[in-house]
């Protein structure tokens, strides 16, 4: 996970080096991109409530609508997550990204990793694929796959009746473990890669403050488990468990919200 850190940041930092192509060169974070952030951010919010609060009834019972309950009624604890964005510029830059970034997309040689699929989300237009990003949106999706390969794990090997409830419980002790180890190791070689490339490079593709750097890994996190939730809903309400479980995580334990 350290080497795939790597290889991310390198990605990350070469897509950041044409200064001539106006389609790739980067470009510093205005009050007015975070103020669009911001928009975009609640208008999801917004849509997959929505279609939340239609499908909690047909969810299946246990994990997956007990989750959806707790979720609905935490709406203004989740977008107050995202009003720290209209509070002040962040010192970083927007680049080109791969816009689609999970486990699935990169291949392991069985010593280093190739990176699969730039074409970005295929639901999106193109036009909203181009748009310039921090590229924590794409840390962020690799360390929600992170999260998804233990859940799915997990939930594959139960259907198949290969886990008894008895195993659940301590299984899914080691998966958040492993997926803490792993996360941890993935970021740190990211952020060591690009913040070295920083000072001779001029790169500041992220910000050099902790407050700002976890504002945006937070906020990118929950985008990308909201989207998650709303594929989710439409494909796989069985799974629908996971983001919830992601977004509840995030959110952790919420006053007067009825999810603590």
Known sequence: M?????????????????????????EPF?????????????????????QLGTAVGRLPEGAA???????????????????PLLEGKIEADRIRC?????????????KDFVVLDFEGEPARPLSERRIKRSPLRDVAGMLRSFDYAVHASLQEQQARALLGPEQVGSLESWGRRWYLE???AFLA????????????????????????????LEVYLLDKAIYELRYELDNRPDWARIPLAGILGLLGPIEGGGAG
């Open 65 to 83: 609508r007990q989750g959806a309950e707790r979720l609905l009624v935490s709406r203004e604890a989740l977008l107050a997550r995202f009003e």
């Open 98 to 110: 791969h816009g689609d970034y999970h486990l699935g997309q990169v291949l392991h040689t069985g």
């Open 189 to 216: 070689a990211y952020l060591e890669t690009v913040r070295g490339a920083a000072s001779t490079e001029g790169a500041r593709i992220v910000p050099p403050d902790e407050g700002s750097l976890g504002l945006l």
């Open 30 to 50: 205005s009050e007015l991109y975070q103020r669009s952030l911001y928009q975009s951010l609640r208008s999801s919010v917004g849509r997959t409530f929505r």
């Open 182 to 184: 792993s996360a941890g």
């Open 2 to 26: 350290a080497l795939l850190g790597r290889r991310t940041a390198e990605l990350h930092l070469a897509l950041a080096s044409d200064r001539e192509d106006p389609a790739f060169v980067p």
